[in-house]
Structures are given as C-alpha cells and as structure tokens.
C-alpha cells in the first residue's frame, strides 16, 4: 500500500516561506501524477499544483502562481512544495496526493476525487 508522509509545516509571518515535503513509502509504481491540494476551516480542498507523470504538465492555481513551486526527487519518492512570499489567505491545511496513469501521461487534476493516494495532512499558519 503506497503511503504518504508530509513534514515542513508551522507557523510563519507574511512574507515568509516554508517547504514542504511529503516522502512515499511502500508499494511503488512507475506512473504517478502528484498534487498538492489544501483546506481551510469551512472551505472545500483546493487543488493548487500539479504534475504529470511524464512531467511534461505543471499546473498551479492562481491563487498561488508565482509563489508556489512544486516539485519531485529525481527517484519519485518524495514531492516538495516550496511556498514563497507567503500570505495570511494562505492559511490551510495542505495535502499531497497521488494518482497512478496507465503509463507516463500528461493527465493532471484539481479534482480531490480523482486522487486515490494521500498525506495525512499537514497545518500551514501564516500570521503576524
């Protein structure tokens, strides 16, 4: 059963950054489309970044454009989410989630129902 554990969340002024990081263990598979998605209090998931499989598509959300980079270890087990500049609204809950392709794809989602793997959820604060 693949698994997925987040770290590199806490607290932070606006204008700071953060990294976090979410390491894959045991079953492995060849063809994964990551994500990281994330949720504040009365709001629904928001999808805000995504890679292809192939790694030929890279989507982000406008609300996090330009600040946010998302990215994966040349081995696939680990992704990063490296948050610069940040801002009060960005205050969530974040995820990172995973979704098996047949073979390298393009395919990316913003949808949380199309991703069968997760992390357990880690606490992003930014206030002043």
């Known amino acids: 059963q693949l698994q997925f554990v987040e770290s590199g969340g806490g607290s932070v002024q606006p204008g700071g950054s953060l990294r976090l990081s979410c390491a894959a263990s045991g079953s492995t598979f060849d063809y994964l489309a990551i994500a990281w998605f994330r949720q504040a209090p009365a709001k629904e998931r928001e999808g805000i970044s995504c890679?292809?499989?192939?790694?030929?598509?890279?989507y982000y959300a406008d609300s996090v454009k330009g600040r946010f980079t998302m990215s994966r270890d040349s081995a696939g087990n680990t992704m990063y989410l490296q948050m610069n500049n940040l801002k009060p609204d960005d205050t969530a809950t974040y995820y990172c989630?995973?979704?098996?392709?047949?073979?390298?794809?393009?395919?990316?989602?913003?949808?949380?129902?199309?991703?069968?793997?997760w992390g357990q959820g880690i606490p992003v604060t930014v206030s002043s």
């Open positions: 989630a995973a979704q098996v392709t047949t073979g390298y794809s393009s395919w990316v989602s913003t949808n949380p129902n199309e991703y069968r793997y």
């Open positions: 890679i292809s499989s192939n790694g030929g598509k890279i």
